[in-house]
């Protein structure tokens, strides 16, 4: 059988980034822990400041465990570049701080992940950075904001938490008719479900926090895109230091090797929790764009591979009901993360939107009591069961 032009992103997430030698010949890539890389030449050392050969002088600005990170997911997305950070929310705020100067305007959605929507709601405007918040759902809505005009138009989808889903594409032709970059968090639905740079999107990011580490044990965030981009991100972060450092790196990169594995376990069992929780009594809805009484099903169907393994859902009897089932489940941690091996539950007021006030939520349609369901890989019976019971137990 002849060998494949371009790998399935199943073996990119096991050998991307990883074809160079490695120290004394090991399989698995090192921990470079050493904060300086010295030289024998000072021609050499030039060479490598002033970009003329590859090579690393300080791990502030570049590191080779970071970069074999780096580089698997700048494959798994299909880009020409990447850049990494400390965190996502790092990945978050020097990307935009980078396309955005005083008197730019951006415009992005109602339901951002909360951390994002501080930036607009808080930050932007102390930079004079005017930030323009649509109804997530009303795709003429931000068309009509963005034909005004705006430097960037940011985007997420799915959703953090309501896991609401916008069209890439349309959006993305209507942000380059008047010149802006579009971004877009990818996050939720990983490189497994969902490619944005091949629906039009100008960059692609992720909090590698959550299900490309998928273990709960390291933070991190990255960026992909064209390489011009890329490059003004890194010297912004490389100047302002959201370093990501080497271990977490090398965790980070752990990790990714099962993503596919992971996400397609994930991907199943939270469409069959989903229906499940569709059928009971107590709840009064469920969002997860894998369902076909979603809104955004049909466009989430065009676009994502996959629907991913967060969910979330309301119950009827309010957040007193929500303050009795939490502690009900035997499989979940109550904990602020998503994308974990370990199923993960919480409410927007300490996940999400844990930065928020009460008044910030209620204006960006994020309801108090909702609960935002990331299924692991556990046993998909054993978690129906677990939630059976503790809705079974309401009082």
């Known amino acids: 059988m002849a060998e494949r032009e371009v790998p399935s992103r199943d073996t990119l997430a096991v050998w991307a980034g990883e074809g160079d030698p490695t120290w004394e010949g090991s399989t698995q890539v090192p921990v470079v ?39 698997k997911v700048r ?75 705006c430097k960037v138009l940011y985007l997420e989808s799915p959703t953090n938490p309501t896991l609401k889903v916008v069209d890439l594409a349309r959006l993305a032709r209507a942000a380059h008719e008047v010149g802006a970059a579009v971004v877009v968090d990818n996050t939720l639905a990983t490189p497994i479900n969902q490619s944005p740079l ?16 998928g273990h709960a044990d390291a933070l991190g965030g ?5 390489a011009g981009l890329v490059h003004d991100i890194f010297h912004f972060r490389e100047i302002n230091g959201a370093s990501l450092h ?9 990790g990714i090797k099962t993503l596919h594995l992971r996400v397609a376990r994930q991907n199943e069992s939270a469409l069959r929790i989903a229906q499940f929780l569709a059928g009971r009594p107590e709840v009064g809805e469920v969002f997860y764009p894998g369902l076909p009484s979603h809104e955004n099903h049909e466009i ?23 303050r009795q089932l939490l502690p ?14 370990e199923t993960l539950v919480g409410i927007p007021a300490t996940t999400s939107h844990v930065e928020c006030t ?25 978690l129906m069961a677990d939630l059976a019971a503790a809705l079974d137990g309401l009082g």
């Open 75 to 149: 494959q798994l997305e299909g880009a020409e570049a990447a850049t990494s950070f400390a965190t996502g929310m790092a990945a978050v705020s020097n990307t935009l701080f980078t396309l955005l100067s005083p008197g730019d305007r951006v415009v992005s959605l109602r339901d951002t992940y909360g951390g994002t929507s501080k930036i607009f709601i808080e930050f932007c405007p102390r930079f004079r950075i005017e930030a323009v918040l649509c109804e997530t759902t009303d795709h003429e809505a931000i068309e009509a904001e963005v034909a005004k005009g």
């Open 328 to 341: 009900r489940l035997k499989y979940a941690h109550m904990a602020a993360n998503l994308g974990a091996v």
């Open 33 to 71: 822990h050493s904060v300086s890389f010295g030289y024998r030449s000072v021609d050499d050392w030039l060479d490598v400041a002033r970009g003329r050969r590859p090579g690393y002088i300080y791990s502030r600005n570049k590191n080779p465990t970071v970069r074999a990170f780096e580089e």
């Open 358 to 382: 009460a008044q910030e939520m209620e204006s960006l349609g994020i309801p108090t009591g909702l609960i935002r369901y990331s299924v692991g890989i556990e046993s998909c019976e054993d």
């Open 300 to 322: 989430a169907g065009r676009q994502m591979r996959g629907f991913g393994g967060v969910l979330s859902f309301s119950l009827k009897g309010g957040f007193e009901a929500v």
């Open 222 to 226: 990255v960026v992909c895109g064209p």
């Open 246 to 254: 080497a271990a977490p790196a090398y965790l980070l990169l752990r």
């Open 198 to 213: 091949e629906l039009g999107a100008d960059l692609v990011l992720h909090s590698a926090t959550k299900f490309l580490g």
